[in-house]
């Protein structure tokens, strides 16, 4: 499995590859892989005949300099993960900061048409701007034909969308269901930060989605998200940032319900000074 940590070696190695009309796939990590992001994986090798994994801890999205300190560097142990899954159909793009940003480590200012300012845009500051630089980049550097996000991040696959509609990029988007633990905890990187109280009580964030999808289809969205709120206050151990229903499309909060629009549930929940985020689809 090659692994490259310059742009220019990732571009030539694929040059190389369009040239015999091999279709390329893309699909962006942190790092810290997990049997989701394998999923992702799986499903690119799948449909393309090679598979770019980007390996890249951002430092343009996090709004927490200590988080971004914190956050789990693991290159070794994900090239071996990646190897299980194929030793020649996948190749490993894993930069410096330095290669990607050329020394100007900012983001540049993204207009999402509004999908920036909802949810995580109103906790995390300058969270989207950094998250559509990264992928702009991404893009410009592996020019996949297709690309594979997971629905975790559901707000931000809709933003990538949008990027990719408003700067007219030709790249197709796959989103792909939310890989969870045995227990129903979505799997995130972050989990491996979790001390074991924390780890042993953070299902109760699924719990709460699936048992909240079943009152949203007898009553209103604001009754659910004031029996969600109640749940959490009552918790000794998890404190909920936010709950919000919302319009798939538009991502904007419900305030009356329709047959006609597709609703999803939004949550960010504290476990100790570990952020995790989860969604559901309500209907």
């Known amino acids: 499995m090659e692994v490259y940590s310059e742009k220019q070696q990732i571009i030539k190695a694929i040059e190389l590859l369009k040239a015999k009309s091999q279709i390329v796939g893309l699909v962006p990590t942190m790092g810290a ?14 449909k393309n005949d090679r598979v770019a994994v980007s390996i890249f801890v951002n430092p343009t999205q996090f709004d927490n300099s200590d988080d971004l300190k914190k956050y789990p560097r693991t290159l ?25 940003y050329e020394g100007k480590t900012v983001s540049e200012s993204f207009d999402f048409d509004g999908l920036e300012f909802e949810m995580e845009g109103k906790f995390r500051h300058g969270h989207f701007d950094g998250v559509g630089t990264i992928v702009k980049r991404l893009f410009e550097i592996v020019k996949p034909h ?16 949008k990027l990719i509609e408003k700067h007219h990029i030709p ?3 796959e989103g ?15 989990n491996t930060r979790l001390k074991p109280e924390y780890l042993e009580a953070a299902p109760f964030i699924y719990k709460t989605l699936t048992t909240a999808k079943k009152i949203f289809g007898t009553k209103s969205a604001s009754k659910v998200t004031e029996w969600v709120e109640n749940q959490f206050s009552n918790h000794d151990l998890l404190e909920l940032e936010y709950f919000i229903i919302a319009d798939a499309k538009t991502l904007k909060p419900v305030k009356r319900k329709s047959n ?3 609703y999803r549930a939004f ?17």
């Open 33 to 46: 892989l997990h049997a989701g992001h394998l999923a992702l994986v799986e499903r690119a090798l799948k």
């Open 76 to 100: 070794e142990k994900d090239v071996a993960l990646l190897q299980t899954l194929s030793k020649d159909k996948i190749l490993v793009y894993a930069p410096t900061v330095d290669d990607v």
């Open 146 to 161: 297709n690309a594979y996000f997971g629905e975790k991040d559901f707000q931000q696959l809709q933003i990538i969308k």
């Open 171 to 173: 790249v197709k988007i």
């Open 176 to 190: 792909c269901p939310i890989h969870r633990e045995a227990t129903g905890l979505a799997m995130s990187s972050r």
């Open 260 to 262: 006609k629009k597709v």
């Open 267 to 283: 949550i960010a929940v504290y476990a100790d000074d570990i952020r995790l985020i989860d969604n559901i689809a309500l209907n």
